[in-house]
């Protein structure tokens, strides 16, 4: 079965080669030739092996880059673990809110082509989003009161629109519309009727009032595809996905990739557990592969490998083009890692742009990093940074559920990274 598998994925390979080959600057390097000791990388192997022989994840595929170039690719413990199928680099994760990224910047294309302003109202463009209203606390419970603003679109990118995941004071409500949870890749109705019935509900503050994380990307989703006449996929496809080379990342699986998709398990005091959809949606296989296909997940919809998100990520740190091709102009760039929530912080020495946290003072925040450095991660236990000043990427993979405490794989990751570089 393995064989077949990497032989189709052989055959795909050569197939993609000529529409790939700017993808083929992701090349190998010795560390040492960018700075890194190859030595300090390969203890990371050690101690980041600790966490599958543990039995704390399934398998992960780690990427490191520095100037552009890979000086580490590991992929460690099983895609499959009771089909006995090993895990390897090129294979496909569910990367939830690592989607966030990846649409945010969307955003930003349609407004240097003209066609937006983030300072905008969502609701010149979504006419239903033009009066929203609010859950706030009362002797009885809550009340709704109308939003103090209209809601616009940097309030959507910056998770200060007050757009939640109905687990505020107007819960019921969300229960009984059926809009209390961040997974949409069941539903059939698409990414416009979804987000013209979340308009119906009260949010869980005031546009502006505090950092609330839920489904405001989800809404960007309708807004380009409002704005641009494109269905989401198609847009990403043809401005950002095609013109980066990354081509293994879809809203849903094509079926000759199905293959290459990792399974998802739940960590737990007895073990890794194989989910299944009966454990919900969200912590289940879920409809990546046989499902509807016809509501375009913004906020946590995407599969990627780790060679396509840190080509994305690449991207920014070359002042957003790669291999020659342009995607955001510098300015822009700047204005998505400056920070943008004023006061609002999401940890110490931290703030958030406008498609990441970004660290903002290096002594409060504490740990291994640089002030400029961003990043994200996903409910599957994915995550990602990247630092301008050091130049380096790092994408971290996995499918993993986590209930299990202390499972410090992505802090680990983090520190034994800086910690390889030896030149600044």
Not at 99 to 105: E, F, H, M, Q
Request: some cysteine; proline content about 4%; glycine content about 10%.
């Amino acid at each position: 079965m393995m064989f077949c598998r990497r032989t189709a994925a052989l055959f795909l390979a050569c197939f993609l080669f000529i529409s790939a080959a700017s993808g083929q600057s992701l090349t190998h390097v010795d560390a040492e030739e960018v700075g890194m000791s190859s030595e300090r990388l390969d203890q990371m192997a050690r101690v980041m092996d600790a966490y599958v022989d543990n039995a704390m994840i399934p398998g992960s595929v780690t990427l490191i880059l520095r100037e552009g170039k890979i000086v580490y690719e590991r992929a460690a413990g099983m895609r499959d673990r009771e089909a006995g199928d090993a895990m390897e680099a090129d294979d496909m994760f569910r990367i939830a809110s690592q989607t966030k990224a990846i649409v945010s910047t969307a955003v930003l294309i349609l407004q240097e082509q003209g066609k937006l302003r983030i300072q905008e109202p969502v609701g010149k463009y979504l006419p239903e989003w033009m009066e929203t209203t609010v859950a706030v606390e009362s002797d009885d419970g809550y009340d709704v009161v109308p939003a103090q603003r209209p809601i616009t679109i940097r309030d959507l990118l910056t998770h200060t629109a007050g757009v939640g995941w109905g687990t505020g004071l107007a819960s019921e409500e969300w229960e009984a519309a059926d809009m209390t949870y961040w997974y949409l890749a069941d539903r059939p109705e698409g990414i416009r009727e979804f987000v013209r019935k979340l308009a119906t509900l009260p949010m869980d503050a005031h546009p502006g009032e505090r950092f609330v994380y839920g489904l405001s990307i989800d809404v960007l989703g309708a807004i380009i595809e409002e704005v641009s006449g494109h269905p989401l996929d198609e847009f990403l496809d043809e401005h950002l996905l095609e013109p980066l080379a990354m081509v293994d990342t879809h809203f849903f699986i094509p079926l000759e990739k199905a293959d290459r998709f990792a399974v998802v398990y739940g960590s737990t005091e007895k073990g890794l557990v194989r989910q299944t959809n009966e454990d919900g949606y969200w912590h289940g296989q879920g409809h990546y592969v046989a499902g509807p296909r016809a509501t375009f997940g913004g906020g946590a919809g995407l599969v990627s490998t780790a060679r396509d998100y840190a080509r994305f990520l690449q991207m920014f740190l070359n002042g957003g083009e790669l291999d020659g091709v342009r995607i955001l102009s510098p300015t822009t760039v700047d204005l998505m890692l400056a920070h943008h929530i004023g006061d609002l912080r999401l940890g110490a020495g931290t703030g958030f742009g406008l498609a990441f946290g970004v660290i903002l003072d290096l002594g409060a925040y504490g740990q291994p990093g640089a002030e400029g450095d961003f990043s994200w991660g996903g409910a599957y236990h994915s995550s990602y940074f990247a630092s301008p000043k050091y130049n380096l990427v790092v994408v971290y993979l996995t499918q993993t559920m986590i209930s299990r405490p202390g499972i410090d794989d992505s802090g680990k990751l983090t520190t034994m990274t800086f910690q390889a570089i030896i030149e600044d």
